[in-house]
């Protein structure tokens, strides 16, 4: 077997909780009247930190914020997001995605998520996975974000193995280079499936099953 774990990122491939993060983002772009923020800003929010992400609303603000007001907006836009997550059920992760899980751990793969999100222990306990992954590395164990890559990092020294050891699932651009970064194999999945560099490209989740 040419791998020893797989790292998936969380958002967009185990489940989709895009909508909810835009949503959130809306509500505070409208709460700030930032003006013009839109779908295409959100995409670029995909894989990179809150703050980070707080930036681009704050790109179409009409004033300048200070470090403690950015902040305060950054809590709330989290508390608006983990009230939309609360809707999540079991029924958010598709039949694919977990048959395709068992799969791949019946073949003795040791599977590990590796999201940026601070969020990532809730998501998987509302979808049913709490206990699910070997390894969780997140938002709360990481200093620095996607494109570094130490969440997957972090993620393979939790599982005990070495980078050239696991494959990194994602399906952001900046996961695939983080993941390359850190001397991992990758796949792309979602948009990431028509990133160039990205090792693997996947036209379905199940397609993982012909990689490893």
Known sequence: MRYKGIVFDLDGVICSTDEYHYQAWQALADRIGAAGFCLADNVRQRGVSRMESLEVVLEKAPRTYTEA?????????NEKYRSLLANMSPADLTDEVKSTLDALRAKGLKLAIGSSSKNAPFILERIGLGDYFDAVSDGNNI???KPD????????????????????????FSGIDAGIAGGFDT?????????????????SFSDLLGVV
């Open 143 to 145: 200093t620095r974000s």
């Open 187 to 203: 796949a792309g999945i979602g948009p990431a499936a028509g990133y160039e560099k990205a090792g693997y490209r996947l036209t």
């Open 149 to 172: 890559p130490q969440v997957f990092c972090m993620a393979a020294q939790f599982l005990d193995l070495e980078p050239a050891d696991c494959l990194v699932v994602e399906d952001a």
């Open 69 to 77: 007001e950015k902040v305060e907006l950054a809590t709330w836009k």
